[in-house]
């Protein structure tokens, strides 16, 4: 599943992990596509299973690919932001409220880095053969 077309809300971190999780279907339902998409020795003639699963390889490495750009797109925005922050923030010590989205906006920067790792696992299972 592509990401949607109108890009993605990076700055509710709720919103991107939705996103992340609708995106994770495909992943998620794997071995029921290859049961569905394997013909059974009743059907082998009828369905071209080699083509069949060269269609869903090409369609989990761009749900891969996609989660991957969404991810780090994400990341990069936030990192823009925190940066920005941090200049304010050395021109502003005094600030409670800027010193509080900055440190708001480094976990939710943490908590996206930390995606990266989870799309590893995610695309590990996916591939691994039982």
Not at 53 to 69: G, I, V
Request: glycine share 2%; charged share 30%; proline share 2%.
């Amino acid at each position: 599943m592509a990401a949607p077309s109108g890009g993605v809300n990076c700055e509710e971190f709720a919103e991107f992990q939705e996103l992340l999780k609708v995106m994770r279907t495909i992943d998620d339902r794997i071995v029921h596509e290859l049961n569905t998409t394997v013909p059974t020795a009743s059907f082998a003639g009828k369905i071209d299973a080699s083509q069949t699963c060269k269609q869903l390889y090409e369609s989990l490495m761009e749900a891969h690919a996609s989660r991957d750009r969404v991810i780090k797109n994400c990341i990069a925005q936030t990192s823009a932001v925190v940066k920005h922050l941090r200049e304010e923030r050395e021109k502003n010590l005094d600030d409670l409220t800027l010193l509080k989205q900055l440190r708001k906006e480094q976990t939710k920067l943490k908590w996206m880095q930390s995606e990266l790792n989870v799309e590893e696992v995610v695309n590990d299972r996916s591939w691994k053969e039982d």
